[in-house]
């Protein structure tokens, strides 16, 4: 059984402990929040026996094997380091790093610490269905793939406190915390993306502004070889559309390109042909699995292939979200910050 410890004690947490717990791999034992009565009132009900509101003892004392970070984005880097140097395993929730400076500099400091392994929280690219779905995109290239339409776009609550101009606005609209509708839901599409068709040759982003500064939603362009691909993401409204990949008459329909619980391919004659695949309720169980798998054993040649696989995946979506970032002036303190 794998001791867990946290960092973010808020709804994605919740997720990611009920799979945990599906899975059967995971005791949570220690939490660190900014307060400590926090730390207790979230850790608690879960049956955690440490509770931390110093960083540094939640790292050298706390009783825990890996560490699942979802704190805001800017403070993914430095916490990482943290866990890092105390030759922990870590999850950390997408996008791990807000530019490809902190990414390069974590993977030094992996390589010195060779006990340690770091996974990105990707949920989609772990289950079975998106993997059954990228097989047939893949046959889809072969015979003519025209690029794809892949749209994220949910209002997020939050978002009130914004138009209101509720100081101080949530972290996830503001600049100093690297928020912004590309680093929360974009990077959902982004991970589609690369998945689904590799590293762009070429990226473009036109955002829509929030008053705070960040893009609130927006279109991104990838441009391959011989076709496009059009991401449409946003936290100020809510979109019903699919995600769909085009062949010349064929098409593959996702219900979601992260939350994806059915995929219908659309065949030449407009048949269609709903992939067949088991779903679970949580759909960060997979991941979680297999993170575990990892963990457990982390020395394992064929995990060390998945988890390479993993972390080059990673750095090619750090990559082209920073690329977009910089073709719509989009900065963040963060990028100016890195030692």
């Known amino acids: 059984m794998l001791k867990l410890g946290i960092i973010g004690t808020h709804i994605i947490t919740d997720q990611m402990l009920d799979a945990a717990k599906t899975t059967g791999k995971y005791k949570l034992t220690a939490v660190y929040s900014r307060t400590m009565d926090r ?5 608690q009900p879960y049956g955690a026996t440490e509770f931390y509101d110093d960083l540094d003892k939640f790292f050298t004392e706390g009783d825990f094997d890996v560490v699942y970070v979802a704190s805001p984005n800017s403070l993914h880097y430095q916490q990482v380091r943290k866990a890092i140097e105390n030759d922990k395993f870590i999850i950390v929730e ?20 060779p006990k340690a392994r770091l996974v990105e929280a990707a949920r989609h690219i772990h289950t079975p269905l998106y993997k059954k779905a990228a097989e047939k995109v893949a046959e889809m ?33 503001t600049l100093d915390f690297a928020g ?33 500064g960040v893009d609130a939603k927006g279109v991104a362009i990838l441009d391959y070889d011989k076709f496009s691909v059009t991401l449409n993401f946003g936290k100020t409204a809510n979109s019903h559309l699919p995600s769909e990949v085009y062949g010349l008459k064929d098409t593959l329909v996702f219900d979601s390109i992260f939350n994806t619980k059915k995929v219908v391919y ?10 067949d695949v088991p779903v679970e309720e949580n759909s960060m169980t ?9 963990f457990n054993n982390p020395d394992d040649p064929a995990e060390m292939k998945k988890y390479q696989h993993w972390m080059d995946l990673a750095r090619t979506v750090n990559s082209v979200m920073y690329s977009l970032r910089q073709s719509a002036n989009l900065v963040f303190p963060a990028d100016n910050d890195q030692e």
């Open 94 to 113: 997408k996008p791990s790093f807000a530019n490809p400076d902190e990414f390069s500099a974590i993977e030094s400091l992996l390589a010195a610490h």
């Open 39 to 43: 730390a207790k009132e979230y850790g």
């Open 141 to 173: 290239k072969e015979n003519h793939c025209q690029g794809a339409t892949i749209t994220v776009m949910k209002y997020s609550s939050r978002y009130d406190k914004v138009l209101a101009g509720d100081k101080p606005y949530p972290n996830i609209f």
């Open 266 to 275: 659309y065949d030449a004659d407009k048949n269609a042909h709903p992939l």
């Open 180 to 212: 912004g509708a590309l680093m929360d839901l974009g990077v959902y599409a982004v991970y589609g993306a690369v998945t689904l068709f590799g590293e762009p040759s070429t990226v473009v982003y036109y955002p829509t502004l929030a008053k705070t």
């Open 286 to 294: 997979d991941e979680m699995n297999d993170f575990a798998d990892l």
